[in-house]
């Protein structure tokens, strides 16, 4: 009743308005060609494009209705489309709005029929999968305000887009859109936002673009733009966000930048941008961010550049000279980066308490002075880099108060005095560089309490003592280098404990003796071994043939004697590395050959040849075995191979359980589901169909059966096999299990252990269960995933690339504990090979370097990484949010505002600290630059013991303050 009353109720408002009926249908019939329109258009998209579009479709009029000229065939179908998914219409039935982002939509533009809607204010196609290019028609859109075509594929030119003169938004990055940017837009002088970024734009800026007086964001980054920046765009009295970094642009900065009353972000970094800088930027009150790095800049820095309310600074990499600026009254600043320049000045009268301050690196400048006591009061500093400068005096033991620091280095300097005793007192400290200085005294034992400290160096400095046993309880240790000082004593057994050694050990010219530990041997990891130029006694231990990793050792000028192992690592290390020691032999090159004992037996006593024959007989028995284990392991692996082949070229009945003794059969998987009864079946992908199977064992199993391709009987083969290599060899709690695998021609699937609880992508959607998934589970299911893709990126040989990673293929047992699934579209990343793929896996996860460069590296697994980490504590998918990052708007939101609604605010201090963990390792994987984001080794680690920064802060905490901290 209420349907048609609506419909009546609209064909009234068109009779009022005309003087025949025949207007209200020829109305009705535009609305209707609408609704054809797109229907034609869907049409031309490919079958796995079609669900997000299911409800667009026009019911027909039922024969029994009595048709009446205020409810027309024209009239019903306006009314039904304008109830389909994405489409809004006016109160007159024509469409307004067609907005369809981050439903994986393919096809192209070519067909779409924008000459349809005369009345479309807003089209929204982005983060979808639509290629070709942008049609010259798209212009028939005369009243369009909101054109959002981002995250796509689309490539060639941009056309002029003369008529689209009311556009307000118009967003276009994350494509691959070449040519020049059109000078037809300067002439849209309706535009606030304009985002052309992330695509292959040439040539210059159009100096016409000042003419955008209503402008408030303008995003130009990640081009091939070149020339200069016109010298007019400061004039653009709106303008709240420039960023027009990462391109090739030269020439001086404006000077019209430095009257921008409203300018907030300023972004001109990575360009070839030269000569001195305005000296009133920054002095105006709104700007907040100034990144002008990695250019040519010379001349000096403005005096005057945080007059204002600036938060972040960066011009890094540049030639600036000239007296560093007084920051003591710049009491918002956040982030400061002023590192790779000629600065000068005294350091002590340039800073004062910052109490926003989390991070400043003035390393490698001229700057002089000594270090303040007073930075202990910054109580925020979680990195402090004042490297390669002339800084003197001695460290002033305040800097232990730094609770929240991450990295201390100040090293090549010329400090003096002891190392404070109250460094020991920086748990969160994971990097600390004191070499290169005059820094004399013991190595405090109080190092030994930086349980989270991943890199030490004390090199090059006047350290004397014994290295303290202490040492080893920094169990995280990835690197420790104490070289050239004038330590003595020997080397602490403890040292051993430092299994996660992995970069180098280095104590090097100094005075230490007595004997070599055999417990470095516990250094499997260690990469680089360094004891040269010491006092050191006794022989080398055999047991060092167990650092497997070595790739570089040293023992020379010692007072070693003895044979050298034999092994692998020591055959390929270079003759030097035993030098000058004091009776070193064996076989390797440089060395003298060991001599052969003279013993005689003529008292019938068994002497030493007796005993070697002895040991020779148990070595051969020994080697004998292991030569038999070894051959077993040959032919269990030969046989494993012999059935993946089999899979791939024999189209017979092959079934193949390798976890249940051969007590499995073909049979057994065909009754469990009734032949593949649809009642079984638990889910549907892109491959095939997913059903759970009780064994008549009990043991219950998922079977993920494939779908042949269209119109044959032949599935997917490629996807089949490329899971089976991956699956067949590799094990971690993390990773589903394969059970088997059966391959038949018209049936062909495989075996997996059975997660009770689903994808994470369906417990996120329902309600009910996102709340069982409380705050604590959802961060142990991001470290799970992480520790999977750790162990695939770097404890697998070659490293395997998953290429999928989506909250879809993340699934959970019983115990909400989470496994990675899904190999089919995985790669092995061979170091002989180009790693050219083809764009695959799931729309919104993919990283955006795989738009333009096809070229596969672990970082792309990385990114995706990153937007599930962010997808789990949100509980939705992120994509809004991401694209928002590099805006104001985005830095400034809190992060309160984004966690999941469905659970209550986080109460307790140690999950406030584990989220924010998460968030801030989310954010720098989703760092536009692969080189940029962290390694998932890296991640895993961060997320195994997080830092407290900002935990007491946790209400009122912005992504902005996570998203720039450099933590990884």
């Known amino acids: 009743m209420g349907y048609s009353i609506k419909l009546a109720f609209l064909c009234l408002i068109f009779f009022s308005s005309s003087a025949s009926g025949s207007r209200v249908e020829v109305v009705h019939s535009q609305f209707s060609s609408e609704a054809e329109a797109l229907l034609k258009w869907k049409a031309t998209l490919p079958s796995y494009s079609l669900p997000a579009l299911s409800s667009w479709k026009l019911t027909p009029p039922s024969p029994n209705t009595t048709t009446t000229n205020t409810t027309t065939p024209s009239a019903a179908a306006a009314a039904i489309s304008c109830k389909w998914f994405g489409i809004t219409c006016n109160r007159a039935g024509s469409m307004v709005e067609i907005s369809l982002p981050h439903l994986e939509l393919q096809g192209t533009l070519d067909n779409f029929p924008f000459s349809s809607f005369p009345n479309l204010l807003r089209l929204d196609l982005s983060d979808n999968g639509i290629t070709g290019t942008i049609p010259v028609h798209i212009g028939s859109l005369s009243k369009l305000a909101h054109l959002d075509l981002s995250y796509n594929n689309l490539s060639n030119i941009l056309p002029p887009l003369s008529n689209l003169s009311r556009l307000r938004f118009f967003f276009l990055h994350h494509n691959q ?78 000077q019209s930048l430095a009257n921008s009353s409203k300018l907030e972000i300023l972004y001109l970094h990575e360009n070839q941008l030269s000569g001195p800088l305005p000296q009133d930027l920054g002095g105006q009150p709104s700007i907040v961010s100034i990144q002008l790095s990695s250019n040519l800049l010379s001349g000096s820095l403005p005096q005057q550049i945080c007059r204002g309310s600036l938060q972040y600074l960066s011009v890094r990499n540049n030639s600036l000279m000239g007296t560093i600026p007084d920051f003591r009254n710049c009491t918002s600043l956040r982030r400061l980066r002023l590192d790779n320049n000629l600065l000068v000045g005294n350091i002590t009268g340039s800073f004062g308490v910052h109490p926003h301050l989390y991070y400043i690196d003035v390393s490698h400048n001229r700057l002089y002075g000594e270090l303040s006591p007073k930075w202990g009061e910054c109580k925020n500093l979680s990195g402090i880099k004042i490297s390669g400068n002339n800084i003197s005096g001695n460290i002033p033991p305040e800097f232990g108060h730094l609770t929240e620091l991450g990295l201390l280095d100040l090293s090549f300097n010329k400090l003096v005095g002891e190392i404070p005793k109250a460094l020991g007192g920086l748990s969160s400290l994971l990097s600390l560089y004191l070499n290169d200085n005059q820094i004399s005294g013991h190595v405090p034992v109080e190092i030994g309490n930086l349980i989270n400290l991943e890199d030490l160096d004390l ?18 240790l ?104 004091k009776g070193l032999c064996g076989e390797l090159q440089g060395l003298l050959p060991c001599p052969r004992p003279q013993t005689s037996n003529r008292s019938g006593k068994k002497g030493p040849k007796f005993f070697i024959s002895i040991i020779a007989s148990l070595i051969g028995i020994v080697f004998l075995a292991y030569a038999i284990i070894g051959v077993l392991i040959l032919l269990r692996e030969k046989v494993k191979k012999e059935n993946i082949e089999a899979t791939r070229g024999n189209h017979g009945n092959i079934f193949s359980i390798w976890s249940y003794n051969g007590n499995i059969a073909y049979e057994d ?31 219950v199993v998922a079977l993920k059966k494939f779908h042949p391709l269209e119109g044959e009987i032949i599935v997917d083969e490629e996807s089949f096999g490329n899971e089976i290599r991956i699956l067949i060899d590799i094990r971690h709690r993390n990773i589903v299990k394969l059970y088997g695998f059966c391959s038949h021609p018209q049936c062909m699937f495989l075996v997996y252990e059975y997660m009770e609880k689903g994808s994470l992508a369906s417990i996120l959607s329902n309600q009910a269960e996102a709340m069982g998934l409380d705050w604590l589970k959802r961060v142990n299911v991001i470290k799970s995933v992480a520790n999977a893709l750790s162990y695939l990126h770097h404890d697998c040989v070659p490293p395997i690339i998953h290429r999928d ?28 090979s180009s790693n050219w793929i083809s764009l695959k896996g799931t729309h919104g996860y993919i990283a955006p370097e795989l738009a333009y460069t096809m070229a596969l590296t672990e970082k792309c697994d990385v990114y995706s990484f990153g937007v599930v980490a962010l997808e789990t504590i949100m509980g939705r998918h992120p994509g809004e949010l991401i694209s928002s990052l590099s805006s104001l708007a985005g830095q400034k939101m809190l992060l309160r505002d984004v966690l999941d609604p469905c659970l209550t605010f986080p109460s307790y201090q140690k999950v406030a600290k584990d989220m924010l963990a998460v968030v801030r390792v989310a954010l720098a994987c989703l760092r536009n630059h692969p080189q940029s984001r962290p390694t998932m080794h890296q991640v895993s680690k961060e ?5 407290s920064s900002f935990v007491e802060h946790f209400h009122t905490i912005t992504l902005g303050d996570l998203d720039d901290v450099e933590v990884l």
């Open 177 to 254: 859109i070449n040519g020049t940017i059109p000078l037809e837009i300067g002439n849209m002088k309706n535009l606030v936002k304009l985002a052309l970024c992330w695509n292959e734009f040439t040539g210059m800026i159009p100096p016409v673009l000042t003419n955008l007086t209503n402008l408030s964001l303008l995003y130009l980054n990640h081009n091939e733009l070149n020339g200069p920046i016109p010298s007019k765009i400061g004039d653009m009295e709106n303008l709240v966000v420039l960023d027009l970094a990462y391109n090739k642009l030269c020439g001086l900065v404006p």
């Open 943 to 947: 997320l195994l013991v997080p830092r």
């Open 459 to 476: 090199s090059a400095n006047r350290l004397i003592g014994s290295i303290p046993k202490q040492l080893g309880q920094c169990s995280k």
């Open 669 to 699: 998987m065909i009754e469990a589901t009734e032949n593949f009864d649809a009642k079984y079946c638990i889910g549907t992908g892109t491959y095939g169909s997913v059903y759970k199977a009780v064994l008549p064992t009990g043991h």
């Open 805 to 832: 990673i989506s909250s879809k293929n993340i699934l959970l047992d019983v115990e909400l504990e989470a496994r990675v699934s899904d190999f089919g579209i995985a790669r092995l990343l061979k170091p002989d």
């Open 478 to 581: 990835l690197s420790l280098n104490l070289s050239w000082n004038s330590l003595d004593g020997s080397i602490p057994s403890q040292i051993g404990d430092l299994v996660f050694l992995q970069d180098q050990l280095d104590l090097s010219h100094n005075s230490i003796s007595g004997l070599i530990p055999p417990e470095l041997a516990k250094l499997r990891m260690l990469e680089i071994l360094n004891l040269s130029h010491n006092m050191i006694t006794g022989s080398i231990p055999l047991s060092l043939e167990e650092m497997v990793s070595l790739v570089s050792l040293d023992f020379s000028y010692n007072e070693l004697e003895g044979v050298v192992p034999n092994n692998r690592i020591f055959k390929n290390a270079s003759p030097q590395a035993f030098r000058n020691n």
